[in-house]
């Protein structure tokens, strides 16, 4: 398989990753009474940083820094400025400026990395 396709298949298990883990936190912090947004980020950055590593031919590591790097400025782009949502859970809360969503998709690529780093520990990878 040609190195074009390779790259192309893993750019396109790295969105797939995205859109899946994204809605799946978004359901499940809905479900559970939460602000969705916080947690779909805090699902999807992991995700993509994970699937980045898993998918790429080579160059593992650098592929997947690049995917955090760039959905960390997705993020910064997509959720600054964010409001709290208008709810009971929230109160007096409600459209009051918060970083929290933005923070928690940070900490949630951290993780990611964090995965990344124990994965190439392991032996026989690079």
Known sequence: MS???????AVLAVLGAFFFAGITGSLATDMLGFWHIPGAGFLAAP???VTAYLAAPRRKAL???GAFTVGAIAAWLLLEPS???????YG???YQPTHLPVVA???G??????IVG????RPGTK
């Open 47 to 49: 995700a993509v940083v």
């Open 63 to 65: 592929f997947s820094c």
């Open 92 to 94: 007096d809360l409600a």
């Open 3 to 9: 190195a074009l396709i390779q790259w192309s298949l």
């Open 83 to 89: 409001s709290y949502p208008e709810s009971q859970r």
């Open 109 to 114: 690529g951290i993780i990611g990395l964090a």
């Open 105 to 107: 998709t940070y900490i």
């Open 118 to 121: 124990i994965l190439r520990l």
